[in-house]
Nanobody, 121 residues
């Protein structure tokens, strides 16, 4: 069994910063890609940032230059540092990871429980 546990988030004023964390635990052989998604009310879930096991990153155009995704492979952790936050960043944020539980088994995709980020103007 694999779990992703998120922490961080909350309420911040526009221009402020927040940091989200995601800890993977359980039966883990290898964590492949990890990512952060968000979903605002009435909108589809969208990819915010992704990072491969080798550290290559990609970002949504809307957050490029403001958000930074990182990971600690030794501790099975991922982070999303969010700076210069805007009201339009308000959403529920979800951690995602593609995890192989044992050798020879294809990876499965797991989701964190979600955390609310609210940016006031």
């Amino acid at each position: 069994q694999v779990q992703l546990m998120q922490s961080g988030g909350g309420l911040v004023q526009a221009g402020g910063s927040l940091r989200l964390s995601c800890a993977a635990s359980g039966s883990i052989f290898r964590i492949n890609s990890m990512g952060w998604y968000r979903q605002a009310p009435g909108k589809q879930r969208e990819l915010v940032a992704g990072i491969t096991s080798g550290g290559s990153t990609n970002y949504a155009d809307s957050v490029e230059g403001r958000f930074t995704i990182s990971r600690d492979n030794a501790k099975n952790l991922a982070y999303l540092q969010m700076n210069s936050l805007k009201p339009e960043d308000t959403a529920a944020y979800y951690c995602n990871a593609d995890i192989t539980s044992r050798v020879g088994v294809r990876y499965s995709s797991y989701w964190g429980q979600g955390t609310q980020v609210t940016v006031s103007s």
